[in-house]
């Protein structure tokens, strides 16, 4: 079953969704509707998690990931940047706080 579903194209699983759907849904009430959809839907999670579970599962680890590293040294950088921003609003702030110089 790996490749069965590979050969249709979007459009065409929704063409044979929607012909599924009307096939199914044309002599049933409502209620049983509801059951039939609702239970589609949880068949739908369950594949859904059971998906990103094997995706997890498959994917490699990778130990002391560099974007770890890379996030960490941003950091770094980011807050040199503000302490060296800071220093020079107080050396502007200080120099416009003292007084003129007066000339005699």
């Known amino acids: ?23 199914i849904s ?17 068949i739908g999670g369950l594949i859904l998690t059971w998906a990103a579970q094997k995706q997890l599962l498959e994917t490699p680890e990778t130990t002391g990931s560099s974007s770890d590293t890379v996030t960490l040294e941003n950091i770094k950088n980011q807050i040199k940047c503000l302490q060296e921003k800071c220093e020079k609003l107080e050396s502007s702030s200080s120099t416009k706080d003292s007084p003129p110089n007066s000339k005699g």
């Not at 044309?26 to 949880?42: H, K, R």
Request: net charge negative; glycine share 10%.
């Open 1 to 23: 079953m790996d490749d069965s579903l590979k050969c249709f194209d979007p459009g065409e699983l929704i063409i044979i969704g929607t012909l599924l759907t009307f096939l």
């Open 26 to 42: 044309d002599d049933m009430d409502a209620g049983d509707l509801n059951v039939l959809g609702n239970f589609i839907v949880a």
